[in-house]
């Protein structure tokens, strides 16, 4: 195995997370392009860490979202930034968004259940949208006549909105939390 000194080290892992398609976490990175050289996991961490806070207060930061690290604009440009992209972000209706409310917080959760609790038919449209955007999947099947399916969020989902795990979600009670969440997914494609 190779050696490498810190200021390689710290560049190649900057590049890597700049140039990556999605999140890279510090096993991600130390499997791919840090292969063949002696570097442990938690010096990889640290300079993930170093990396964050040279990032900090800037146009670009660092972030760590589910599946690993990656560099986003900052949150509180995305307004002026958004005029760069041509296509608007999709407008989701009331009745998505309170769907994939309560697949986030309920998880796992069937279809009946979402219906029981909205009071009214859940489209397989919204569905559909929820599963192709790949922020919901089927992750079983609960064990009642008809077996129906059982709906959690995905990584994707994680992702989209910038957070890390579930726990990060706002409490229900807080809506304003709640909007600059969905806010946060608006200005999801700032990321690079």
Known sequence: MSRIND?????????ALFVADGPMSAKGLRQSVLAGLQVSLG?????????????????????KVAGGYRFQSNQDLS???SALWQERAPRYSRALLETLALIA??????????????????S????????????????GHKEVPGRPALYATTDAFLQYFSLESLAQLPALSDEGAIEALLDTGKNADSVH
């Open 124 to 139: 397989s449209n919204i569905i559909r949208t929820l599963t192709e955007r790949d922020w919901v999947k089927v992750v």
């Open 79 to 81: 307004g002026h930034l």
């Open 43 to 63: 010096r990889i961490n640290e300079v993930l860490d170093e990396l964050e806070g040279d990032y900090a207060g800037r146009g670009i930061n660092l972030v």
């Open 7 to 15: 200021t390689q080290l710290k560049q190649l892992i900057e590049a």
């Open 105 to 122: 917080y309920r998880q796992p959760v069937t279809r009946g259940q979402i219906e029981k609790i909205r009071g009214v038919a859940v």
